[in-house]
């Protein structure tokens, strides 16, 4: 039997333990060690401690430095890197204009196969070790996203994109043939390693009644499933939707008349949403990925996320690039507090930071795996330098009370301070299963 690998990693450890108040600066939820090690064993945490392990170990010192889980991004497009940052459109012209015609692209096996490594080693330099992922609606599109995902042990959750209406002809699918493709990218990729499959209806908009109640179909007899769409995120959608379907009492009520609606249904957006949807949300356990930088840059609308705490629905946070400017969870995070600045509300730097990670476990059901520091976890994590540039480390050093004697000297002063002004030159490197996949330099 060969030995066992033992790695211990030395750092200032944060994660959570329960759920945190929009709010509340002070919080019992967050867990901070610092100069502690993170003890790995064959890829999983097993403990942390503040003593150095003994000599079995393979020890990292990494003082003065934050170790996080690494950050889980719960709706993003791989093809849409070719397209961040594209000038003026609002969603509709977006997908027309630029989307679209990506992603048609991606029929190319090469090109998929090119698209999908690209896109996950820049989710990898920029802390995140998981997401829930759009390909595109060509089979080979799914294919090489999880091969790829597999070469590099990452927890991906994706599955054909469904369209068969209102698309190019590059892109359109039909009911039978969108079954057929699904059941075999199921069979050959649900629970293989670290991959899941979901049904991923585009939105509504874009798929006839007969495939979302196919996409129903398929959800009720594998009930392992996940399913991701989008929602409510523009009032121009909004209308096109209730004009499609006038059956349904709102947007969202089109996916739950055909059984999409569960705990593990991911619906990107949700701005336009009132509160019977966000109790329908609550009841069938399905969450909205908030997707900040997106909504901001494409002009949608600002997301309520008091009012789904108010009724009790999961908020995850989520770049979606392309419509989002960047890959980095942290300036996601930075623009979500902004958006919540504008709605009256004040977003701590624990509630963000929880919905991208033991959060975003939790909405997915996968808190046992990944997300906090927990023992049995996956050693998914990041670490991060507090701060880089001379404005950055005068701050800390502010946060830390040794410069000035101000007010705001706290932990919370000195982690969000980070978490708005880092980005990618702060991450020192990333792990996925314990093993170093992305390191500075």
């Not at 750092?11 to 945190?20: A, E, K, N, Q, R």
């Not at 934050?66 to 997908?95: E, N």
């Not at 000195?414 to 030159?425: I, N």
Request: charged share 20%.
């Amino acid at each position: 039997m060969s030995a066992r690998k033992r790695l211990a990693l030395q750092g200032d450890l944060l994660d959570f333990t329960g759920v945190p108040l929009l709010g509340e600066e002070a919080c019992a939820a967050v867990r901070f060690r610092p100069d502690h090690w993170l003890l790995i064993e064959d890829g999983r945490i097993v403990g942390a401690q503040p003593e150095a392990p003994d000599d079995s170990w393979q020890r990292e010192l990494h003082t003065g430095r934050l170790i996080l889980p690494g950050f889980i991004d719960t709706h993003v497009h791989c093809p849409q890197l070719d397209v961040i940052a594209s000038y003026g459109a609002t969603l509709l012209d977006w997908l027309k204009t630029y989307t679209f015609p990506a992603e048609q692209r991606f029929v190319d096996p090469q090109v998929a196969r090119a698209g999908a490594e690209l896109f996950l080693d820049a989710l990898l330099a920029n802390g995140t070790t998981a997401a829930v992922v759009f390909p595109t609606v060509h089979p080979v599109s799914v294919d090489a996203l999880f091969e790829a995902a597999s070469a590099r042990q990452m927890r991906i959750i994706s599955g054909k994109v469904l369209m068969d209406r209102h698309a190019p002809a590059g892109l359109s699918d039909d009911v039978e043939g969108a079954r057929r493709d699904c059941e075999t990218l199921i069979q050959r990729w649900h629970g293989q390693g670290r991959n899941s499959y979901a049904l991923t209806v585009r939105f509504a908009i874009t798929s006839t009644p007969e495939q979302l109640a196919m996409a129903g179909e398929l959800m009720r007899a594998d009930p392992s499933l996940y399913m991701q769409t989008h929602v409510a995120e523009n009032t121009e959608e909004v209308r096109w939707v209730a004009e499609l379907f006038p059956e349904a009492r709102s947007y969202l009520d089109v996916y739950h008349q055909v059984g999409l609606l569960t705990p593990r249904a991911v619906l990107a957006h949700g701005i336009w949403l009132d509160d019977a949807d966000r109790a329908l949300l609550r009841d069938t356990g399905a969450h909205i990925a908030f997707c900040p930088s997106s909504n901001l840059f494409l002009g949608s609308g600002l997301f309520d996320w008091q009012a789904a705490v108010d009724i009790g629905h999961g908020v995850s946070m989520a770049s979606d690039v392309g419509g989002g400017t960047s890959l980095s969870m942290l300036r996601t995070l930075a623009e979500g507090y902004k958006v919540q600045a504008l709605r009256g509300t004040r977003l701590t730097a624990w509630a963000a930071l929880h919905a991208a990670t033991r959060g975003a476990a939790l909405a997915l059901g996968l808190e046992e795996e990944i997300g906090s520091f927990e023992p049995g976890c996956m050693a998914d994590l990041a670490i991060w330098d507090w701060a880089v540039g001379p404005v950055a480390v005068h701050r800390d050093a502010v946060a830390r009370g040794e410069v000035v004697p101000l007010p705001a000297q706290s932990l919370h002063a000195r982690v969000f301070a980070w978490m708005t002004q880092a980005d990618d030159r702060n991450l020192v490197a990333a792990y996925v299963a314990g093993q170093p996949c992305w390191q500075r330099g």
